[in-house]
T-cell receptor, first 112, second 113 residues
Framework: SQQGEEDPQALSIQEGENATMNCSYKTSINNLQWYRQNSGRGLVHLILIRSNEREKHSGRLRVTLDTSKKSSSLLITASRAADTASYFCATDATSGTYKYIFGTGTRLKVLA | DSGVTQTPKHLITATGQRVTLRCSPRSGDLSVYWYQQSLDQGLQFLIQYYNGEERAKGNILERFSAQQFPDLHSELNLSSLELGDSALYFC????????????FGPGTRLTVL
């Protein structure tokens, strides 16, 4: 079963609006990463947040992590049409295997 | 451009056949990961190699195998192909074996007819 589950599965917003997507996971983690995938292309790393961090910013991206609730959120502010993509969270397993488990993604569509 | 290259870009083959997918990691990266992405299964971790050695295994079928060569490029071999193996196969690389950013290649789209 998936370690990370994104919510919502799909999101459609107008350009300029903020987009928020959430990720929930099941077991303890060392860190959580967010990736973006444009249709049919490779994933691009956006941000990594460690288990002892609560919030991280990168440009228009803001990621929060709540380890007590086993959840994370990705906020994209002032969205642009170019932000249209699928967004995935990836969580590691703390068993020391160094493998990441990706969620099923949120498909974001930003309308111009 | 992530610096990770994958060949071929597209592959069309028949059931029962065997194919080899190739991946060259970013210069300096020692870890290589393989993922399968199909419409109904999302992105599934298959296997990880670090400096030539297998370090982690995911949901990789016995019909699939991989290796990482001394020059650090990796190959994923898929045999006795079935219709359900049709998917995008991604390779990713990272600097080390720890928990860090992965750089993804453009993928190989495999179609099994």
């Amino acid at each position: 079963s998936q370690q990370g589950e994104e919510d919502p599965q799909a999101l459609s917003i107008q350009e300029g609006e903020n987009a928020t997507m959430n990720c929930s996971y099941k077991t303890s983690i060392n860190n959580l990463q967010w990736y973006r995938q444009n249709s049919g292309r490779g994933l691009v790393h956006l941000i990594l947040i460690r288990s002892n961090e609560r919030e991280k910013h990168s440009g228009r991206l803001r990621v929060t992590l709540d380890t007590s609730k086993k959840s994370s959120s990705l906020l994209i502010t002032a969205s642009r049409a170019a932000d249209t993509a699928s967004y995935f969270c990836a969580t590691d397993a703390t068993s020391g295997t160094y493998k990441y488990i990706f969620g099923t993604g949120t498909r974001l569509k930003v309308l111009a | 451009d992530s610096g990770v290259t994958q060949t071929p870009k597209h592959l069309i083959t028949a059931t029962g056949q065997r194919v080899t997918l190739r991946c060259s990691p970013r210069s300096g990266d020692l870890s290589v990961y393989w993922y399968q992405q199909s419409l109904d299964q999302g992105l599934q971790f298959l296997i990880q190699y670090y400096n030539g050695e297998e370090r982690a295994k995911g949901n990789i079928l016995e019909r699939f195998s991989a290796q990482q060569f001394p020059d650090l490029h990796s190959e994923l071999n898929l045999s006795s192909l079935e219709l359900g193996d049709s998917a995008l196969y991604f390779c990713a690389s990272s600097v080390s074996i720890g928990y860090n950013e992965q750089f993804f290649g453009p993928g190989t789209r495999l179609t099994v007819l």
